[in-house]
T-cell receptor, first 115, second 114 residues
Framework: KAGVTQTPRYLIKTRGQQVTLSCSPI?????VSWYQQTPGQGLQFLFE???????NKGNFPGRFSGRQFSNSRSEMNVSTLELGDSALYLC??????????????FGPGTRLTVT | DQQVKQNSPSLSVQEGRISILNCDYT??????FLWYKKYPAEGPTFLIS?????DKNEDGRFTVFLNKSAKHLSLHIVPSQPGDSAVYFC?????????????FGQGTILTVHP
């Protein structure tokens, strides 16, 4: 079974631009979660989508948004990029039911650099 | 507010010996706990998990222990191998509709020396 895939793997953007990251979950997984990893803050939860609905949201500004499609693929968008948005963005998928079904499997991440 | 804490930034162990990684949490409503291993520039890899109704779960060389009264969990790796060298994260899940949100500790860098 194929794992979680994320595209692109690397991205360089300029401050003020916007960016869209894509995530394809493991087949059969209905939940997709997004995380930001930075050296100072560690792994921080952004949001989770389950069956095309945002089910959970972390403490990030409204510039960070996402969506999920009917095939469970998900996109994350960051508008008006700031230097501090430079990070590794990780997507994880899970079955999304009981706690055991929420063992999340991560993709390789997208490394975003904002200059 | 750091609800999941890994107080040891690093741990160094000799090959063949036991590695013990520790994690403390503050929220008694956490329902499920997981351990992940992460290499640089890669996503975390799921290792093992434990429900809050259990106190031990074992999978091969990995065993996780949960002490709910102390709000403490630990990951034991026996025997340790050089390939285990990585950053280890513990994570916790609240119950109910928060299942999709993992709260991570800051990580512990494990180095296993040959």
């Amino acid at each position: 079974k194929a794992g979680v895939t994320q595209t692109p793997r690397y991205l360089i953007k300029t401050r003020g631009q916007q960016v869209t990251l894509s995530c394809s979950p493991i087949s059969g997984h209905r939940s997709v979660s997004w995380y930001q990893q930075t050296p100072g803050q560690g792994l921080q939860f952004l949001f989770e989508y389950f069956s095309e609905t945002q089910r959970n949201k972390g403490n990030f500004p409204g510039r960070f948004s996402g969506r999920q499609f009917s095939n469970s693929r998900s996109e994350m968008n960051v508008s008006t990029l700031e230097l501090g948005d430079s990070a590794l963005y990780l997507c994880a998928s899970s079955l999304g039911g009981t706690p055991a079904d929420n063992e999340q499997y991560f993709g390789p991440g997208t490394r975003l650099t904002v200059t | 507010d750091q609800q999941v804490k890994q107080n040891s930034p690093s741990l160094s162990v000799q090959e063949g010996r036991i590695s013990i990684l520790n994690c403390d949490y503050t929220n008694s409503m956490f329902d499920y706990f997981l351990w992940y291993k992460k290499y640089p520039a890669e996503g975390p890899t799921f290792l093992i998990s434990i429900s809050s109704i259990k106190d031990k779960n074992e999978d091969g060389r990995f065993t996780v222990f949960l002490n709910k009264s102390a709000k403490h969990l630990s990951l034991h790796i026996v025997p340790s191998q050089p390939g285990d060298s990585a950053v280890y994260f513990c994570a916790a899940i609240l119950g109910g509709t928060s299942y999709g949100k993992l709260t991570f500790g800051q990580g512990t860098i494990l180095t296993v020396h040959p």
